[in-house]
């Protein structure tokens, strides 16, 4: 099992940044993947960005890339969403989300390929 906590949500205006990280814990992740999704309201969730634990590949959507950036930090189990020049479709609940590779696609944007979920932080996005 692998246990995931979200946090650093908060309030921003357009054009500004924060920083949602994610931390891990019960498993070695070094055969994971571990993502971001986001759901606004009414809406349904979506794939933000992901990294590979072993190696540190990222993919991004294309509505954040080179806007947002996914990092990890393997001595902390930690993974970070660095979001800059915020828009107000930003704003959603941003979830990290876990997944063991064992081949096949290493980025699923469906969320139903994802097994492990944090508990979502909130990121709002003023006009």
């Known amino acids: 099992q692998v246990q995931l906590v979200d946090s650093g949500g908060g309030l921003v205006q357009a054009g500004g940044s924060l920083r949602v990280s994610c931390a891990a814990s019960?498993?070695?992740?070094?055969?994971?993947?571990v993502g971001w999704f986001r759901q606004a309201p009414g809406k349904e969730r979506e794939f933000v960005a992901a990294?590979?634990?072993?190696?540190?590949?990222?993919s991004y959507a294309n509505s954040v890339k080179a806007r947002f950036t996914i990092s990890r930090d393997v001595a902390k189990n930690t993974v970070s969403l660095q979001m800059n020049s915020l828009k107000p479709d930003d704003t959603a609940v941003y979830y990290c989300?876990?997944?063991?590779?064992?081949?096949?696609?290493?980025?699923?944007?469906?969320?139903?390929?994802?097994?492990?979920w944090g508990q979502g932080t909130q990121v709002t996005v003023s006009s």
């Open positions: 989300a876990a997944r063991y590779y064992s081949g096949g696609n290493v980025y699923p944007i469906s969320p139903g390929e994802w097994r492990y």
């Open positions: 019960g498993r070695t992740l070094s055969n994971y993947v």
């Open positions: 990294i590979r634990w072993g190696g540190g590949t990222t």
